[in-house]
């Protein structure tokens, strides 16, 4: 059974910082990408970073040059470092991975999500 366990979400004041950690446990056999995507209520989730494998990265627009995500793969972890927060920002984050648990089948899996509240 393959678990996502994200921390790090809270409330902070606009313009600080979060930093959210996804831990990934079970059965993995590989990763092919890990990443993070947002929602808030009535709207569908979106993206919000992604990283590969081979340590390729991709951002939603909206966070490009305020947010960094980076990848331990030794603790099979992803983390995202969210800079000059605006309180658009604010959203249930939810880690994801797409992996194989057996080395045939490959399934996206998703953490329980953290809220992250911008507000003064």
């Known amino acids: 059974q393959v678990q996502l366990v994200e921390s790090g979400g809270g409330l902070v004041q606009p313009g600080g910082s979060l930093r959210l950690s996804c831990a990934a446990s079970g059965s993995i056999v590989s990763f092919n990408n890990m990443g993070w995507y947002r929602q808030t209520p009535g709207k569908q989730r979106e993206l919000v970073a992604v990283?590969?494998?081979?340590?390729?990265?991709n951002y939603a627009d909206s966070v490009k040059g305020r947010f960094t995500i980076s990848r331990d793969t030794a603790k099979n972890s992803v983390n995202l470092q969210m800079n000059s927060l605006k309180p658009e920002d604010t959203a249930v984050y939810y880690c994801t991975s797409y992996l194989t648990p057996d080395g045939y089948n490959w399934i996206t899996y998703w953490g329980q999500g953290t809220q992250v509240t911008v507000s003064s």
């Open positions: 990283i590969n494998s081979g340590g390729r990265t």
